[in-house]
């Protein structure tokens, strides 16, 4: 019955319906698109492993180099990570790494290896994929062993020298190529304070021999050459990430009372942070959206209101044939709720085929999830329903005789 | 024969700007079950107002209504509406018909608002559009009607609920002669079997045909 009477008024339906058409479209868009770049970041960080701890080495201001040489403080050494193991029972795995300023041999001019540092247990923690051959083992850092693991892209840029048993020269050093990194998904564009590293391009070195690959050894040299670039540190479980970085900063700050050298990152700290800021840029656009959707509504309340006053008669009729207030106040509030939903529908089929149109656009790809769908479905059903109440009411109290008249 | 309607001392009045004009004075009007009854007087003398009082669409300002038995005059809107959805037809000058809506459609719409099974709605509305001779009409819209069909697809939607009390104002006021005498026909036809009828009318050959005929005057009989 109230599907008849909106067809009577095919085009003034339609027309009315619009504002809700583009309403629930630019909802869904946002949200999709937003929840695609949600959890694009999310993989990001997940890739930095949600379970760890990282402590970097900050690059210090002169006059700090010169107070932290006098307390003989080195920066970050595997004693800190030790300590931290010993100290913190939630932490089940530490390794260390080097950035090396040193260079490989033999590689095509357009990639430039770099070389670090590590400790065995580095692989493990950071999920590193082995193609062919095997991580570097404790033994390599004890033996002082002169082997190295390469990334996917230097084993195809050293071609034939790129496979396991070869001799890859750094520096003045030769080392044996004894595994080769699976093929590492760099991302598209990381920023934030850190990023995954791209292992693709990357010589990795036990932790012990770049002492080796010094030519020239200045004091100074030796005071840079003692700290890490990073201490990583795994916590058994993501629950225990956010307590144990605070303990961590604590046993870090009892080792290096003086001068902060080191910042303590947790990729859960920032995913959190992700979260909140992506939560409220998107509750920012919903809102202008939002705005829409109300003018929207109010396109609906004002089509009712039209149709309320041109069929004054019916409602006349209606009730005395028996109809009460309430029969005729959900007549209407069903026409503007039918009309409402199908304005929402018609936007969220609008919404999804321009989601796929955009993502030809956007870098990240848009997830189209219950929510893009359930909740501008909602909104939709609720501001019809609101922009009908007013309508559906004058409607129900109109005076039957008054009515009747005309 | 019992009352089937009995309005005592009724009196209604319409607020006009900040003074009161009286359209029903002190009315006394009882009428029995299956009495066929006819008003008449000049315009503004009362008529449509205690036609609207006697239908449940108006509440008077005083006095009391019983309506077969119950007392109608201090029921709320809700229950008014249910009164005329059970006991009350009404039929109309200008017909009044959905215009979008088909001749089966408009027979069925009371049963919307009643407790009836849609299977039952529909064969009591195609029965009454048979006994009004309009079953080969039953998909047309009321604009492609004439008048007579008009009215008489307004008596088969009366018909169709089988109210105790049909109320009809000026039925034949837009038919021609002929067309009114077919209309009127239908109408005894349904006192006939047992309905009270009400008939609001300027047209003396109308009244004529009712068992009493009341004359009013400024807002009572006489």
């Given amino acids: ?406 | 024969m019992s009352d089937l309607v009995s309005l005592k001392d009724i009196s209604k009045t319409y607020p006009l700007g900040q003074a009161f004009v009286p359209v029903l004075k002190n009315l006394d009007f009882h009428l029995n079950e299956g009495e066929f009854a006819a008003i008449m007087g000049p315009s503004g003398s009362g008529k449509s107002t205690l036609l609207n009082v006697m239908g449940c669409l108006d509440r008077p300002t005083s006095g009391t209504y019983h309506l077969d038995g119950e007392d109608v005059s201090k029921l709320s809107d809700g229950q008014l509406s249910a009164v005329r959805s059970v006991k009350i037809g009404f039929i109309f000058q200008q017909f009044n018909l959905i215009q979008h809506f088909s001749v089966q459609e408009n027979v069925s719409m009371p049963f919307l608002y009643s407790h009836i099974s849609p299977q039952l709605a529909c064969k009591k509305s195609l029965q009454a559009i048979e006994k009004v001779g309009l079953s080969h009409r039953i998909n047309h819209k009321p604009f492609e009607l004439s008048g007579g069909e008009m009215q008489r697809v307004a008596i088969a939607r009366v018909m169709a609920t089988s109210p105790k009390l049909i109320l009809a104002d000026e039925p034949t006021g837009n038919l021609d002669s002929k067309t009114g005498e077919r209309i009127m026909d239908l109408i005894s036809e349904l006192n006939n079997l047992g309905t009270t009828i009400v008939v609001v009318t300027h047209d003396l050959h109308v009244a004529s045909r009712a068992h009493t005929i009341y004359t009013m005057k400024d807002g009572h009989f006489v």
């Fill in chain 1, 1 to 406: 019955m109230a599907l008849a009477s909106l067809y009577l008024n095919r085009l003034r339906s339609l027309l009315s319906v619009l504002g809700i058409v583009f309403g629930v479209m630019a909802v869904i868009i946002i949200i999709s698109v937003g929840e695609g770049a949600k959890i694009e970041a999310l993989r990001q960080i997940e890739r930095l492993g949600t379970r760890n701890v990282y402590i970097q080495s900050v690059t210090l201001t002169e006059e700090k180099k010169k107070q932290a040489r006098q307390s003989h403080i080195f920066g970050l050494t595997l004693d800190d990570a030790r300590r931290i193991e010993n100290g913190c029972k939630t932490v089940v795995n530490a390794a260390g790494l080097k950035i090396l300023n040193v260079s490989v041999m033999g590689t095509p001019q357009e990639i430039t290896p770099q070389v670090i540092s590590i400790t065995p247990s580095y692989g493990k923690i950071l999920m590193l994929k082995i193609k062919s051959g095997r991580f570097i083992n404790k033994q390599d850092v004890m033996l002082h062993k002169e082997v190295c693991v390469i990334g996917h892209d230097v084993s195809t840029a050293l071609g034939k020298y790129g496979h396991i048993g070869a001799i890859l020269r750094v520096e003045n050093h030769l080392f044996k190529i004894v595994g080769i990194l699976d093929r590492y998904h760099k991302n598209s564009d990381d920023t934030g304070t850190i990023s995954a590293r791209n292992y693709n391009e990357m010589v990795l070195l036990p932790m012990g021999v770049e002492a080796w690959l010094k030519r020239k050894k200045t004091r100074q040299m030796e005071s840079e050459a003692q700290g890490l670039t990073e201490l990583i540190l795994q916590v058994d479980t993501p629950e225990h990430v956010l307590n144990t970085a605070l303990v961590i900063k604590r046993i870090m700050g009892k080792i290096h009372p003086d001068i902060q050298s080191y910042q303590i990152v947790s990729p859960l700290e920032l995913l959190n942070q992700t979260r909140k800021t992506k939560k409220m840029f998107s509750l920012f656009l919903l809102t202008i959206a939002s705005v829409s959707l109300v003018v929207g509504g109010i396109g609906i309340m004002n089509i009712m209101l039209a149709t309320v006053s041109e069929r004054k008669k019916e409602i006349g009729i209606r009730r005395a044939v028996g109809a009460n207030k309430i029969h005729i106040l959900f007549q209407f509030l069903t026409e503007a709720a039918i009309l409402t939903m199908a304005g929402g529908i018609i936007g969220i089929c609008f919404g999804i085929l321009s989601i796929f149109l955009l993502s030809y656009f956007i870098p990240w790809e848009s997830a189209i999830t219950a929510k893009a769908v359930f909740i501008p479905l909602i909104i939709s059903s609720l501001t019809g329903l609101c922009s009908g109440i007013y309508p559906a009411w004058s409607a129900a109290n109109m005076d039957p005789i008054e009515a009747l008249r005309i």
